[in-house]
T-cell receptor, first 113, second 112 residues
């Protein structure tokens, strides 16, 4: 069974630009969550999508947004990039309805210059 | 105060040693507890997943949950150099609340 895939793996952007990251969950998983990982703050929850609806949201500004498609694939967007947005962005998928286990992808490493 | 506290280490032990990693938490609503292993420049890999208080064993790994003390542990027996990684505890409330709250992670090195 294929794992969670994320594209692109690496991105370099400049301040003020916007970026879109993509995540394909494990087949059959309908929940997709996004996390930001930085050395200072660790892993922090951004938001979760289930059935194309945002179900949970973390404490991040509105510049961070996402969406989910009918095939459960998800994208997250960051607008007006700031230096502090440099981080590893991780996507996790889970099968909702029983086990709560979340499986992570390899992440997208974003560098903002 | 953070909801989940984890000693960031670093922790360095000789090969074959028993390793103990721990987390404490403050939110009594947490019901599901996980341990992830993360190698450098990789995504976290789910190692152990527990719901109730008590022990759960999987090969060389044992996860322990004490809800009354709000304390969870991961034990690694017969540690190997390939176990060198950052170990993250994580937990959530379940019931549709998918948000995982993570500890800071403990960097572990197993010396041959």
């Amino acid at each position: 069974k294929a794992g969670v895939t994320q594209t692109p793996r690496y991105l370099i952007k400049t301040r003020g630009q916007q970026v879109t990251l993509s995540c394909s969950p494990i087949s059959g998983h309908r929940s997709v969550s996004w996390y930001q990982q930085t050395p200072g703050q660790g892993l922090q929850f951004l938001f979760e999508y289930f059935s194309e609806t945002q179900r949970n949201k973390g404490n991040f500004p509105g510049r961070f947004s996402g969406r989910q498609f009918s095939n459960s694939r998800s994208e997250m967007n960051v607008s007006t990039l700031e230096l502090g947005d440099s981080a590893l962005y991780l996507c996790a998928s889970s099968w909702v309805g029983g086990s709560n286990e979340q499986f992570f992808g390899p992440g997208t490493r974003l560098t903002v210059l | 105060q953070k909801e989940v506290e984890q000693d960031p280490g670093p922790l360095s032990v000789p090969e074959g040693a028993i390793v103990s990693l721990n987390c404490t938490y403050s939110n009594s609503a947490f019901q599901y507890f996980m341990w992830y292993r993360q190698y450098s420049r990789k995504g976290p890999e789910l190692l152990m997943y527990t719901y109730s208080s008590g022990n759960k064993e999987d090969g060389r790994f044992t996860a322990q949950v004490d809800k009354s003390s709000k304390y969870i542990s991961l034990f690694i027996r017969d540690s190997q150099p390939s176990d060198s990684a950052t170990y993250l505890c994580a937990m959530n409330q379940g019931q549709g609340a998918q948000k995982l709250v993570f500890g800071q992670g403990t960097r572990l090195t197993i010396n041959p």
